[in-house]
C-alpha cells in the first residue's frame, strides 16, 4: 500500500512540475510566473516525498 502512495505521490508531482515549467514558458507577468514557481516547488516537494515510499521496491 505504501509502494502505491508512493507511485501516485511521484506521478502527481512529474505532472505539476512539467505543468509549472509549461506555465514559467508561458508567463507574461508577475502572476503567472509567481503561479508557475509555486506548482513547479510543490511537484518537487512530491517528488522529493514519494523517494521514502518508493524505496520500498529495492529491499
Do not use: Q
Not at 2 to 18: D, H, N, Q, R, Y
Not at 23 to 50: H, Q, R
Amino acid at each position: 500500500m505504501e509502494i502505491l502512495i508512493g507511485f501516485i505521490m511521484a506521478l502527481l508531482g512529474i505532472s505539476l512540475l512539467t505543468t509549472g515549467v509549461k506555465w514559467f514558458i508561458k508567463s507574461d507577468s508577475w502572476f503567472s510566473f509567481a503561479k508557475s514557481l509555486l506548482v513547479s516547488l510543490v511537484g518537487l516537494l512530491l517528488l522529493g516525498l514519494s523517494i521514502d515510499p518508493l524505496k520500498g521496491l529495492f529491499y
